[in-house]
């Protein structure tokens, strides 16, 4: 089974993640950010990850500190259970309609992490989540994963239908890439290694 479970402790944050990459798409989220615990929720379902967050961070300051270690977290999580990366797709592209947004991701488990991320205009906050915390997030993911990530809304007006579809998109193009190819025998690249 690809699972992994890690604990990360700051001055900031506390926070337990748990995920299983063959899973079914069940999410235990908490991390006391009403939309951001949302999303995460569908990123799971979404992708057929099973995950658990637990964050406690120092919200009274802001979200900020939550928002990023959980992204490192989850991250580092994933990055322990695809393991060596034998046998996987390796590449994951979805696009997303939510009513009048469309979004599109696409990823590369590659080991090179890099990240793009263009949405256009957003509200600055949606519920209490601050809105410019989407790109810190998928930026500490991405890292941490070792995953190329680009992010692309073509258009749109909701923020919240946009940041939901980018969630979406992440969870369908993650589906993809860490499916097992019966086809592939070994490391999916001509350098033999990721």
């Given amino acids: 089974m690809r699972q992994f479970t890690i604990k990360r402790q700051?001055?900031?944050?506390s926070i337990k993640v748990a995920l299983e990459l063959d899973g079914t798409g069940k999410a235990a989220v908490n991390t006391k950010i009403g939309f951001?615990?949302?999303m995460l929720t569908l990123l799971s379902?979404?992708?057929l990850i099973d995950l658990n967050v637990e964050c406690n961070g120092d919200i009274e300051v802001d979200g900020h500190h939550s928002v990023e270690d959980t992204g490192i977290a989850?991250?580092?999580a994933f990055?322990?259970?695809i393991g060596d990366r034998k046998g996987i797709r390796r590449y994951g592209t979805f696009y997303i309609p939510m009513d009048e947004a469309l979004a599109m991701v696409s990823l590369d488990i590659s080991n090179r992490p890099f990240l793009v991320f263009e949405t256009g205009e957003l509200a600055p906050m949606i519920g209490s989540f601050d809105t410019q915390l989407a790109e810190e997030f998928f930026r500490a993911f991405a890292f941490h994963a070792g995953i190329t990530l680009h992010?692309?809304?073509?258009y749109g007006k909701n923020s919240h239908h946009k940041i939901e579809a980018i969630f979406k998109a992440l969870g369908h193009a993650l589906r993809?890439?860490?499916e097992?190819?019966?086809?592939?025998d070994g490391i999916p690249s001509s350098k033999g290694v990721l």
Avoid: C, N
């Fill in 10 to 13: 700051t001055l900031e944050t």
């Fill in 36 to 38: 951001f615990d949302h």
């Fill in 176 to 178: 993809q890439a860490i």
């Fill in 180 to 184: 097992k190819d019966p086809k592939v």
């Fill in 74 to 76: 989850m991250g580092d």
């Fill in 151 to 154: 992010i692309k809304v073509l």
């Fill in 45 to 47: 379902v979404h992708s």
């Fill in 79 to 81: 990055r322990g259970a």
